[in-house]
């Protein structure tokens, strides 16, 4: 960008203009040595001193012992003309902190700018696609809360992906092969149950009774590893009775989804099965490679940087997870040309990861066919654990199905909205019980999944359903108050926001204009929660926003505000405010509903 886009160009993202302005003033000041030098932009903390803050000439002045605070006057001094068309003269506070504030003019073109369908958001320069692992169901089991996060995570993730214009394969990596689905079926047989009036928890009980036998019996134990060995060996009537449990298995699964609201289908569904016949070559690459060897007849890949080995292939000839995603890793890659392979599972899994990404690095199972490297990236989560801080389980000290878990958050997010519906001002005072249910589910999951992803992942979180509900404070209900309470603005107008799409912002309120800057970041903060994966930068944004809507709402009359244009910018800064919270609680994959 030269100076003269710079100064002519103030429908540009702010940060980005500041930015290229300070690298050349920087530049300007102290040589193309310093050309690349990040002048650190960022949002002031002090409203009243500016609207940004550039904070690199006090660790400049350190490296060259100089005064920082001089040197940030030279700076400030280069970057005056480049700004000129979109700020008034930096200054210069304490010890070299150079503050600007945007022309009023500037910023409310800026705004404009983003008041489009896309609200600022730009495709990513990337266009390859994006292979995420996600959900991770294992058959003839309930899915429990064990799944929650990585289901959760997962599909926000996509969104996001998506949002920037990515092509994303959402990849369901279904447990359906194996021994421990060979003891389901044996022990299903033996008891001659009849499997196509089988449902979940009839799968769930037959599970716990194979691992009971198995443990206990050598007969049963073998007994499993033959009707393994029929399975992999494509025996008809085997290969049906494990269709129907996978059938029962998925219907339960779907019902899940359908509560959760997240987009996974038998689309996006690959399961183990489906690598079966690819093993054999698989471990036999790493073979002719001379990267794989042999140990007590196991064959096992060693790290120069760690103890442990990765084993491909057991003594007995079996193939373990490690292999299965060794070939998953192999597909993404060279079969889906995904140049991001994004694995959501659990913290405990980071070992295992990190050894298998290392050996497709080895063996150059990451490389596309222009030469680049797929980045493969684990996504690791922290437990759930209960209101006790330990791991969330039944009082049998079993794992609580995802289903009990996801129905008690729509009970509690149900009664919540039907107390605040008897209230005789409440805009969902009269709505008939069906409504009311409708805006309880979105309330119930909505906290569920915000509670999830507004933390750093790998931390765990307790699963307080009295604190995630809640309408105040930093959770999904509050967000989506926020929401409905600007759509209830314009239902009391009775003016459709459209009507007020082309008045002109008048930003003079300090809390206008801190919501108009606040608002030209949600585009940056989407592509930056796209690139480090961490869903909670846009949660913290959303909530940032909705605080600042409120302090603008007590301080600005709205619809009673002192002129028809102020009446119509305030308006349209609402209408914009709606749909930024609308669609970045879309990213994370929460409803937005209008009355609550």
Same mark, same amino acid.
């Given at each position: 960008?030269?100076?003269?886009?710079?100064?002519?160009?103030?429908?540009?993202?702010?940060?980005?203009?500041?930015?290229?302005?300070?690298?050349?003033?920087?530049?300007?000041?102290?040589?193309?040595?310093?050309?690349?030098?990040?002048?650190?932009?960022?949002?002031?903390?002090?409203?009243?001193?500016?609207?940004?803050?550039?904070? =690199?000439?006090?660790?400049?002045?350190?490296?060259?012992? +100089?005064?920082?605070?001089?040197?940030?006057?030279?700076?400030?001094?280069?970057?005056?003309?480049?700004?000129?068309?979109?700020?008034?003269?930096?200054?210069?506070?304490?010890?070299?902190?150079?503050?600007?504030?945007?022309?009023?003019?500037?910023?409310?073109?800026?705004?404009?700018? %983003?008041?489009?369908?896309?609200?600022?958001?730009?495709?990513?320069?990337?266009?390859?696609?994006?292979?995420?692992?996600?959900? *991770?169901?294992?058959?003839?089991?309930?899915?429990? %809360?064990?799944?929650?996060?990585?289901?959760?995570?997962?599909?926000?993730?996509?969104?996001?992906?998506?949002?920037?214009?990515?092509?994303?394969?959402?990849?369901? &990596?279904?447990?359906?092969?194996?021994?421990?689905?060979?003891? @389901?079926?044996? !022990?299903?047989?033996?008891?001659?149950?009849?499997?196509?009036?089988? %449902?979940?928890?009839?799968?769930?009980?037959?599970?716990?009774?194979?691992?009971?036998?198995?443990?206990?019996?050598?007969?049963?134990?073998?007994?499993?590893?033959?009707?393994?060995?029929?399975?992999?060996?494509?025996?008809?009537?085997?290969?049906?009775?494990?269709?129907?449990?996978?059938?029962?298995?998925?219907?339960?699964?779907?019902?899940?989804?359908?509560?959760?609201?997240?987009?996974?289908?038998?689309? $996006?569904?690959?399961? !183990?099965?489906?690598?079966?016949?690819?093993?054999?070559?698989?471990?036999?690459?790493?073979?002719?490679?001379?990267?794989?060897?042999?140990?007590?007849?196991?064959?096992?890949?060693?790290?120069?940087?760690?103890?442990?080995?990765?084993?491909?292939?057991?003594?007995?000839?079996? #193939?373990?997870?490690?292999?299965?995603?060794?070939? =998953?890793?192999?597909?993404?890659?060279?079969?889906?040309?995904?140049?991001? %392979?994004? #694995? @959501?599972?659990?913290?405990?899994?980071?070992?295992?990861?990190?050894?298998?990404?290392?050996?497709?690095?080895?063996?150059?199972?990451?490389?596309?066919?222009?030469?680049?490297?797929?980045?493969?990236?684990?996504?690791?989560?922290?437990?759930?654990? *209960?209101?006790?801080?330990?791991?969330?389980?039944?009082?049998?000290?079993?794992?609580?199905?995802?289903?009990?878990?996801?129905?008690?958050?729509?009970?509690?997010?149900?009664?919540?909205?039907?107390?605040?519906?008897?209230?005789?001002?409440?805009?969902?005072?009269?709505?008939?019980?069906?409504?009311?249910?409708?805006?309880?589910?979105?309330?119930?999951?909505?906290?569920?999944?915000? =509670?999830?992803?507004?933390?750093?992942?790998?931390?765990?979180? @307790?699963?307080?359903?009295?604190?995630?509900?809640?309408? !105040?404070?930093?959770?999904?209900?509050?967000?989506?108050?926020? &929401?409905?309470?600007?759509?209830?603005?314009?239902?009391?107008? $009775?003016?459709?926001?459209?009507?007020?799409?082309?008045?002109?912002? @008048?930003?003079?309120?300090?809390?206008?204009?801190?919501?108009?800057?606040?608002?030209?970041?949600?585009?940056?903060?989407?592509?930056?929660?796209?690139?480090?994966?961490?869903?909670?930068?846009?949660?913290?944004?959303?909530?940032?926003? =909705?605080?600042?809507?409120?302090?603008? #709402?007590?301080?600005?009359?709205?619809?009673?505000?002192?002129?028809?244009?102020?009446?119509?910018?305030?308006?349209?800064?609402?209408?914009?405010? +709606?749909?930024?919270?609308?669609?970045?609680?879309?990213?994370? *994959?929460?409803?937005?509903?209008?009355?609550?």
């Amino acid at each position: 960008m030269n100076t003269t886009q710079t100064q002519n160009s103030p429908r540009a993202d702010p940060t980005t203009i500041l930015d290229t302005a300070l690298r050349r003033a920087i530049t300007t000041t102290l040589g193309d040595d310093y050309r690349d030098t990040d002048p650190l932009i960022r949002p002031s903390q002090r409203p009243q001193l500016g609207d940004f803050q550039a904070n =690199a000439a006090m660790s400049l002045a350190k490296r060259l012992g +100089r005064d920082p605070r001089k040197l940030a006057q030279q700076i400030a001094k280069a970057a005056t003309n480049e700004l000129s068309a979109i700020a008034e003269p930096p200054e210069v506070a304490g010890p070299g902190f150079i503050n600007i504030r945007l022309k009023p003019k500037a910023l409310a073109e800026m705004l404009t700018a %983003v008041d489009t369908a896309a609200l600022g958001i730009t495709p990513d320069p990337d266009t390859r696609p994006i292979a995420i692992d996600l959900c *991770g169901v294992n058959i003839a089991k309930q899915m429990h %809360v064990g799944h929650l996060r990585s289901t959760i995570i997962g599909d926000a993730l996509a969104r996001i992906l998506e949002r920037r214009g990515r092509e994303v394969h959402r990849e369901n &990596h279904l447990g359906d092969w194996g021994l421990t689905i060979a003891m @389901v079926l044996r !022990e299903l047989r033996a008891s001659e149950a009849d499997l196509d009036a089988l %449902v979940l928890d009839d799968l769930d009980a037959a599970y716990r009774r194979a691992q009971h036998q198995c443990a206990r019996d050598t007969n049963a134990d073998a007994a499993a590893k033959e009707v393994l060995v029929a399975l992999q060996q494509g025996d008809a009537d085997v290969r049906r009775d494990w269709q129907k449990i996978i059938d029962v298995t998925m219907r339960a699964v779907y019902e899940s989804f359908d509560l959760l609201g997240v987009k996974l289908g038998p689309q $996006n569904n690959r399961p !183990e099965s489906s690598y079966r016949d690819q093993l054999p070559e698989v471990v036999d690459a790493f073979i002719q490679a001379g990267i794989a060897q042999e140990d007590q007849g196991a064959l096992i890949i060693r790290f120069d940087d760690r103890d442990r080995p990765l084993i491909i292939r057991k003594s007995d000839g079996g #193939y373990l997870y490690s292999t299965t995603d060794l070939a =998953a890793v192999r597909y993404r890659v060279q079969q889906l040309e995904a140049s991001r %392979v994004i #694995y @959501v599972v659990d913290a405990r899994q980071r070992d295992h990861f990190r050894d298998v990404f290392d050996a497709v690095r080895r063996i150059g199972w990451d490389l596309l066919a222009d030469g680049t490297r797929a980045q493969l990236v684990h996504v690791p989560f922290g437990a759930v654990l *209960g209101t006790d801080r330990t791991p969330l389980k039944t009082r049998s000290g079993e794992n609580v199905p995802l289903t009990t878990l996801l129905k008690k958050a729509i009970d509690r997010g149900t009664l919540e909205v039907k107390k605040r519906a008897a209230d005789p001002a409440a805009p969902t005072h009269g709505l008939d019980p069906r409504q009311l249910a409708q805006i309880g589910r979105a309330v119930g999951i909505g906290a569920v999944k915000y =509670a999830d992803l507004s933390s750093d992942l790998v931390r765990d979180y @307790v699963f307080n359903l009295d604190r995630m509900i809640a309408f !105040e404070g930093n959770t999904g209900p509050y967000l989506q108050y926020a &929401h409905a309470r600007v759509c209830s603005i314009f239902a009391k107008a $009775n003016v459709d926001p459209q009507e007020v799409g082309d008045a002109g912002f @008048v930003l003079k309120d300090g809390s206008e204009r801190q919501l108009a800057l606040l608002l030209l970041r949600y585009a940056g903060v989407v592509a930056d929660t796209a690139r480090t994966l961490e869903p909670h930068r846009l949660c913290t944004f959303l909530y940032d926003l =909705a605080n600042a809507y409120s302090s603008f #709402y007590e301080r600005c009359p709205v619809l009673k505000a002192q002129s028809d244009p102020l009446r119509r910018s305030r308006l349209r800064l609402c209408g914009l405010v +709606r749909r930024v919270l609308a669609d970045g609680l879309d990213l994370l *994959g929460i409803e937005a509903p209008q009355r609550m």
